[in-house]
């Protein structure tokens, strides 16, 4: 074929996947595929000059830009980078540049990881950060000052040690936001915590977050902002090389990548891409390949541009995680929760290395929300450790004959019907002693991280759980030598250890088996949280057991006001939200409760929450002050969980709903009677000395504020954040504020750390 042919196919296949991807949305090939083909065309533009038409896609410059934020322009060019595939694309480039510059200039090259974010451009006035713009279409960028002051890792003012001196007069420098892997990690874990659905992809969400109106939104994402380029720079020292500015950077106090590079010439840099690829995982940032920049500054200044891209960097980009391939089933898979995961089984596709055919579906509702369709051809990522997982149906590709996937009814394993509760995505088995959940119960309950049970294999659960000698976590305990004799590599020697091991496994301390007992959400943080504020397994027995008998009168108590439902028609928006309101207590009434001091205070929060449906209420259902006083005994019941810092509804009602299980409460029963320990070593004594008080905190104290905080609630205490008149005593340390001038003036009385220990002393 013609170069000319090629670049017009190129030129016509580049535009459609352009079309599909910006204004479809729906993408047929991975964007490693797009580069490849766009790479192909610059390459024969390039060499055939005369090729390169004004509608060429090498030609536009991409654009990010938004409607609703104002627009600022670029003082130089934002540009944008080559891609190479091969060490041989680079020395390709290599040769291009040379050409250039005077025969025998040897070149250096700096390496930096190319970081998979938002680029963003910022711009100081006598070290004072007044505005922050995305890359936009290269000349003028959206305005996302607002946002990138809430950025903890971008100075506000340089340089941030005011002993480096004086800053430049005005500083212009490129960098790119992104989220941390274990950022994101938190995020999620954060949203699933709060019943929400989860993120997919780290660059999206950073991306969302930058381009938030309001910026309290994008304070909660967790961004980070590394910089890399100088843009412009009136005054400040005279910079030769690329290294010398990121050390420049740094010494102004911009997070600049520490895993740069020097390398003085492109063999040796191209020797070292291997280790760069194989270590890609072990960065704490996700990135796409690396950039190559040529080290010295006026060498590149000279070697100039190629349309958009600067001729003196270029990017090399690792092999693509992402591609393309069939969905052909979803199994359903049960976790020790009982919590359902589907699981996309695919047309064997090669990734990264490895052959994948099978990927997580997270939940449900995504599958739902992004409409994946059995049949469906979907783009799938695998990247490093984590399970590889569906991004999305390629909606093009579809023949017609694909199928919705529907959730699940029923668990597959024990056709337990299955539930979704208080405000969460997922569905779970309900079922306690569904084999599949004994199994991976089990299979936790001895793993390293949990109980850690040396010698019992998931194989050897599987046998025990078969031959009906293991049932629960309990009878692992009750475990004898002769259950064991006879099972495939159990030598007596074998046994020995094992038996050993269980022994030892009893006096683990009461955290440990807490958070090894698989109660949704409750992780060796949480599990040390609830040991160290209640003491013990049976106080949160005991909160549990009491929550669910005061949930149940609830509910029984709100059933005539449920019944609304069926009798109005087409129910307003207001009621319909009143009556889920009530019929999910836990997730959607407590909450609101957690500052109220009495049941007429619950009963006054109550009426505006309920007002639309009492608006409608049938004659003879129950009155706002009887559901007011039954909500104030819930309200009570679970206080020392909702009290606990960083414990959510979701996670409460997880708890509670554990733990006031029958079966649960028979297991821990059991597992006492086997001798195993449930007590904190330091058990704190809950006195009550502090009961119906309410405490507000503020200051400096001697210790930490949750230190004080747990001593109040572990005497029966509420610690609220501000100060009203129902505020018991403010805890006041050194320099309190705002908190001890509203005290004083409403006449809350005042204490300081050895008033409140009197105070819990009773003298
Ligand atoms: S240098 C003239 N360095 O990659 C310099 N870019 O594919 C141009 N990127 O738009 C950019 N990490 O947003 C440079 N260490 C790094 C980078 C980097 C990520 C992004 C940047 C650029 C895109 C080009």
Do not use: W
């Given at each position: 074929m013609q170069p000319s042919e090629r670049a017009a196919q190129l030129r016509a296949e580049l535009h459609q996947h352009n079309y599909r991807y910006h204004?479809?949305?729906?993408?047929?090939?991975?964007d490693g595929e797009y580069d490849r083909l766009y790479a192909e065309l610059a390459a024969l533009e390039e060499q055939y000059?005369?090729?390169?038409?004004?509608?060429?896609?090498?030609q536009r410059v991409g654009s990010d830009l938004s409607d609703d934020l104002p627009k600022v322009p670029h003082p130089a060019p934002i540009l944008s980078l080559s891609n190479a595939f091969s060490a041989d694309d680079l020395r390709r480039w290599q040769e291009r540049n040379a050409r250039l510059l005077l025969p025998g200039t040897s070149l250096a090259y700096v390496l930096e990881p190319k970081l998979d974010g938002l680029s963003i451009v910022l711009t100081y006035e006598d070290g004072v950060l007044v505005r922050g713009a995305t890359r936009g279409n290269g000349e003028v960028g959206d305005d996302v000052t607002h946002n990138i002051r809430?950025?903890?890792?971008?100075?506000?003012?340089?340089?941030?040690?005011?002993?480096?001196?004086q800053p430049p007069a005005r500083l212009v420098v490129r960098g790119e936001v992104l989220i941390l892997k274990a950022d994101f990690a938190a995020l999620n874990a954060e949203q699933i915590a709060q019943g929400l659905t989860p993120y997919v992809n780290a660059r999206n969400t950073a991306s969302g977050s930058l381009k938030q109106k309001d910026s309290r939104i994008t304070a909660t994402r967790r961004l980070t902002a590394y910089l890399y380029e100088i843009v412009v720079m009136d005054g400040g020292p005279d910079l030769e090389s690329e290294w010398q500015s990121l050390d420049y950077l740094r010494t102004l106090g911009f997070n600049v990548v520490p895993q740069a590079q020097r390398y003085d010439d492109l063999e040796a840099a191209i020797a070292a891409l291997p280790g760069w690829e194989a270590r890609r995982h072990d960065l704490p940032f996700e990135v796409d390949g690396v950039v190559l920049k040529v080290d010295d500054l006026a060498m590149r200044r000279e070697l100039g541009f190629v349309g958009k891209d600067p001729r003196g960097a270029t990017a090399f980009k690792f092999p693509s995680e992402e591609v393309t391939t069939r969905l052909l089933d979803v199994t359903i898979n049960v976790g020790r929760t009982g919590k359902i995961t589907p699981t996309a089984v695919l047309e064997p596709v090669f990734v990264s290395g490895v052959t994948v055919s099978n990927a997580s579906l997270h939940n449900y509702d995504l599958i739902a929300e992004l409409d994946i369709r059995l049949g469906d051809r979907v783009l799938v990522k695998r990247s490093g450790e984590v399970i590889p997982y569906v991004l999305g149906p390629?909606?093009?590709?579809?023949?017609?004959d694909e199928a919705p996937i529907r959730p699940p009814t029923?668990?597959?394993?024990?056709?337990a019907a299955l539930v979704s509760p208080d405000s969460a995505v997922d569905l779970f088995c309900?079922?306690?002693?569904?084999p599949e959940r004994v199994y991976r119960s089990l299979e936790f309950f001895v793993s390293k991280g949990a109980?850690?049970?040396?010698?019992?294999g998931p194989q050897t659960i599987k046998i025990l759980i078969e031959r009906q000698i293991?049932?629960?976590?309990?009878d692992l305990f009750n475990l004898r030598p002769q259950h064991l004799e006879?099972?495939?590599?159990?030598a007596e020697k074998k046994i020995q250890n094992l038996m050993a091991a269980i022994e030892q496994a009893k006096t683990r301390p009461a955290a440990q088996l807490l958070a090894s007992?698989?109660?949704?959400?409750?992780g060796s943080t949480n599990a040390q949280a609830l040991v160290k504020y209640l003491g013990s397994i049976d106080a949160l027995l005991e909160i549990s057991t009491q929550t669910m008998q005061r949930l149940d009168n609830f509910k029984r108590l709100a059933q005539p006001l449920l019944n609304v439902r069926s009798t109005l028609?087409?129910?307003?928006q207001e009621v319909a939200r009143a009556l889920t309101r009530l019929e999910k207590p836990l997730s959607e009434l407590v909450p609101s409760m957690?500052?109220?001091?009495?049941v007429d205070d619950v009963a006054k929060r109550l009426s505006r929450l309920l007002k639309p449906l009492y608006d409608v209420a049938p004659a003879g259902a129950p009155s706002l002050e009887q559901i007011a006083e039954s909500l104030w005994q819930l309200v009570q019941a679970i206080a020392p969980l909702t009290r606990?810092?960083?414990?959510g509804p979701t996670l409460v009602a997880s708890i509670v709903s554990w733990f006031g299980d029958p079966e649960r409460q028979q297991l821990i029963a059991k597992l006492k009677a086997a001798g195993v320990v449930m007590q904190s070593?330091?058990?704190?004594?809950?006195?009550?000395?502090?009961?119906?008080l309410t405490f507000v905190i503020t200051g400096t104290l001697s210790q930490p504020r949750e230190q004080i905080e747990a001593l109040i609630v572990a005497h029966g205490g509420k610690v609220t954040s501000s100060v009203s008149k129902?505020?018991?005593?403010l805890i006041a340390g050194n320099d309190a504020g705002s908190k001890l001038a509203k005290a004083q003036s409403i006449g809350v009385p005042i204490l300081d750390e050895d008033g409140l220990r009197r105070l819990i002393e009773g003298t």
């Open positions: 204004v479809l949305h729906a993408p047929i090939i991975s000059p005369e090729l390169r038409t004004p509608d060429s896609p090498t809430t950025i903890p890792s971008v100075p506000l003012r340089i340089p941030v040690d005011p002993a480096r001196g390629v909606v093009d590709a579809r023949q017609g029923h668990c597959p394993y024990c056709q309900p079922n306690v002693r569904c109980m850690d049970i040396e010698g019992l293991i049932r629960d976590e309990a006879g099972l495939e590599g159990f007992l698989g109660v949704d959400g409750v028609f087409g129910t307003a957690r500052e109220a001091v009495g606990l810092a960083g414990f070593e330091s058990a704190q004594a809950l006195s009550d000395k502090l009961q119906n129902k505020t018991s005593y």
